[in-house]
């Protein structure tokens, strides 16, 4: 039995996420565990398991029916769920952090035009330069850390190449078409060559 | 030279350094495991072993949240009772299926009308019975 939603999408129950997990192979919790990894770099989760931990807390939440992530299992595959799952939390956790953030801001340029002192108590000029300050660092420090990467890859022109296009804010086909890779299997292999040697040299995902 | 904010730049490469395990093989990846002496067995099992554990904590939750709940919100009276002799039948009959729920009779040739129909009630709230349909 399963649930019904909008559309034509049938959505798990519990039953269905406990038996995705138990058919999960060697190589899909390898492959969850290595994309948890990564993704929590800069954000709120200490462990991969902690993000994992998660993931599957919101799907069964959901499957019984409280507020959560449901799994729409007649259309996305498990791994996938999870997968999508996982970044939307991680973006959820960066992005809360940054509204927390500009809406003390807001708050306070309200009570500097004299339009009333909104509720609660508004960030200080202090707090204010200190948050500014904190922006330049992170910023200075993603400089450093873009530097760092391409230090790595002098040697290599196709990598080189391809962290030009990202710099540039190219994607997909776009930096194949730039870089003059044959292919979409030339592109991979050389972003594999890319991630491989950053995870080597950076094992927590990237320098940060 | 680019003007992009280093952070942006900086998670574009992460973004494309994720998409890559999205995209690599099962082969490839185990692969890799293999090659940097990482035990793909122990991190699989761990992995399934939290994603288990936190399914079963929310079913645990749950459970224990609605064994909390008092019965009286998940079980609604009938607006209209059956007639007053199959109320009393449907009454006894009850009680002898489940003497444990005899608490709540008196006597039985002692009650009156009204009686009769609270305990009715009473026994609907417990769950001893289940109206029919054409009682609600």
């Not at chain 1, 948890?36 to 954000?43: K, P, S």
Request: charged residues 30%.
């Amino acid at each position: 039995m399963a649930n019904s939603g909008a559309g034509t999408d049938v959505f798990a129950v519990a039953g269905d996420i406990q038996a995705a997990i138990e058919a999960l192979s060697d190589a899909e919790a390898y492959r969850l565990h290595r994309v948890a990894r990564l993704l929590i770099r800069a954000t709120e989760y200490d462990q991969p398991q902690d993000l994992l931990n998660e993931v599957f807390t919101r799907a069964m939440q959901a499957a019984i029916g409280e507020p959560g992530r449901r799994w729409p299992k007649s259309r996305v595959p498990f791994v996938a769920f999870v997968i999508e799952t996982m970044k939307g939390l991680v973006n959820d956790s960066r992005e809360s952090a940054w509204v927390t953030r500009s809406t003390s801001l807001e708050q306070a340029y309200v009570a500097a035009e004299g339009d009333g002192v909104p509720p609660g108590s508004p960030p200080s000029v202090e707090e204010k330069l200190l948050d500014l300050e904190a922006r330049d660092a992170a910023e200075l420090k993603a400089g450093q850390a873009v530097s760092k990467i391409e230090e790595l890859f002098e040697n290599d022109e196709e990598v080189g190449l391809m962290l030009e296009c990202l710099k540039d804010g190219m994607i997909g086909a776009a930096v194949i078409s730039a870089c003059g890779f044959r292919d979409q299997t030339h592109y991979e292999t050389v972003r594999r060559r890319m991630r491989r040697r950053i995870e080597k040299v950076f094992p927590k995902g990237r320098p940060a | 030279m680019s003007d992009k904010k280093q952070s942006t730049i900086l998670a574009s490469l992460h973004a494309e350094l994720i998409a890559d395990i999205e995209s690599d093989s099962d082969e490839g990846l185990l692969r890799e495991a293999k090659e940097s002496g990482e035990d793909v067995q122990k991190v699989a099992d761990a992995m399934r072993s939290c994603a288990r554990e936190a399914a079963a904590a929310v079913l645990r939750v749950a459970l224990s949240k609605a064994k909390a709940a008092p019965e009286t919100r998940r079980i609604t009276l009938p607006r209209i009772r059956p007639a007053l002799e199959q109320l009393k039948s449907i009454v006894t009959d009850a009680l002898r299926r489940q003497p444990d729920a005899a608490l709540a009779f008196r006597d039985g040739k002692s009650l009156s009308d009204t009686d009769w129909q609270t305990l009715y009630d009473d026994l609907v709230l417990l769950g001893v019975i289940t109206p029919s349909a054409d009682e609600d």
